[in-house]
């Protein structure tokens, strides 16, 4: 019998809206059972961008990339404070359809959280919080992962998922957290997954609204651009 993880890594950008709402439910989790999560980045910017474009690193400013700078330069400091950032940055694109991405806004919400708003600054002033983001995104790159969420465990597996649009609470929530630990029971099943129906389809555009309204970037995804300032999309 596999032993339940008491702990697990948890890789997010916090521009993914699945990844956030994955967040949602393992906070969930947590308060049910006492779950040590450890917060650790992934940037889809990087995975899945464009040959001969910057990296997020050579820019001055990178939507989701710096914002996990700063998460960075909170960690270090205290993983709380990580913790509330990711929260209410979130949620502030998320729920509220914001613009976390935008500096101004980021350093009010770092106010909100308790922290000095100059700790955006800080980060982008300081090379070494690159490579803290660097690092944790080459874990999943290595592991064979392509996104988030990504969930480490102590045991050395990790699994892309669960995805999740409509988070579950108390019971539900311990329930599904049984459901995804107990794949680590059977570590040569490889995917499983929910064909997408019509109304399906629907429940996760209504769940996505507030994030589409905060977009204000075109988006790279397995070969098709979308920007959604226009509704478009045309494959790269």
């Known amino acids: 019998m596999t032993t339940k993880p008491s702990e697990v890594d948890f890789h997010f950008d916090p521009m993914c ?3 956030y709402h994955t967040s949602r439910w393992i906070r969930e989790v947590r308060a049910h059972t006492g779950l040590t999560v450890n917060w650790r980045f992934f940037s889809l910017e990087e995975v899945n961008r464009f040959e001969g474009k910057k990296h997020p690193w050579e820019r001055s400013w990178s939507y989701g990339w710096s914002q996990m700078r700063v998460a960075a330069l909170l960690r270090r400091r205290d993983p ?3 913790d509330a950032w990711y929260a ?5 694109l998320h ?3 914001g613009r976390p991405h935008d500096p101004a806004t980021a350093r009010r919400l770092l106010a909100e959280i308790g922290a000095d708003p100059a700790t955006l600054d800080e980060a982008l002033a300081d090379p070494s919080t690159h490579d803290d983001v660097r690092i944790d995104h080459q874990r999943v790159i290595d592991a064979g992962g392509f996104g988030v969420p990504t969930l480490f465990f102590p045991d050395g597996q990790c699994l892309f998922g669960p995805v999740l649009v409509d ?10 957290w049984d459901v995804v630990t107990g ?3 059977f570590p040569h099943v490889y995917e499983l997954q929910r064909p997408k129906a019509e109304r399906d389809e629907r429940a996760i555009a209504d769940a996505l609204a507030p994030y589409l309204r905060g977009r204000d970037w075109v988006s790279v995804n397995r070969g098709q651009v979308i920007d959604f300032r226009t509704g478009q999309e045309t494959t790269s």
Request: aromatic letters at 4%.
């Open 17 to 19: 809206p699945f990844a």
């Open 80 to 82: 709380a404070l990580l």
């Open 88 to 92: 209410r940055v979130g949620r502030e």
């Open 95 to 97: 729920l509220d359809g």
């Open 167 to 176: 988070p579950p609470v108390g019971e539900a929530a311990v329930r599904l």
């Open 183 to 185: 794949m680590l029971a």
